[in-house]
Nanobody
């Protein structure tokens, strides 16, 4: 079965850090670009960060630039999202999505081949 599985979410205080992982199962993630999305209650899904198949290209939403870092380890079939200086507005369900076309895009309307099930990140004091 071909899956993307997110992990590493949870509850963190403002100013804290978390690292999310997106692990692929049943297929080789190094052929795919990967985008992290998030969706807060009552809000539209937002593209947060993306990375090309080899990791040579990345992009970030303005709201997370300088605070979040995306990376990948293709030997481990995993993409990471390091999130620092978290604030209340970062609270959301975070999803990863993989695109075999290899485009780095933050557009949630892009056609992705696989989506993870989502993981909750809550920033609260």
């Amino acid at each position: 079965q071909k899956l993307l599985v997110e992990s590493g979410g949870g509850l963190v205080q403002p100013g804290g850090s978390l690292t999310l992982s997106c692990a692929a199962s049943g297929f080789f993630l190094d052929y795919y670009s990967v985008t992290w999305f998030r969706q807060a209650p009552g809000k539209e899904r937002e593209g947060v960060s993306c990375i090309s198949p080899r990791g040579s290209a990345t992009d970030y939403a303005d709201s997370v630039k300088g605070r979040f870092t995306i990376s990948r380890d293709n030997d481990k079939n995993t993409v990471y999202l390091q999130m620092n200086s978290l604030n209340l507005e970062d609270t959301a369900v975070y999803y990863c999505a993989a695109d075999v076309k290899g485009f780095t895009t933050l557009d949630p309307l892009n056609t992705f081949d696989y989506w993870g099930q989502g993981i909750q990140v809550t920033v609260s004091s």
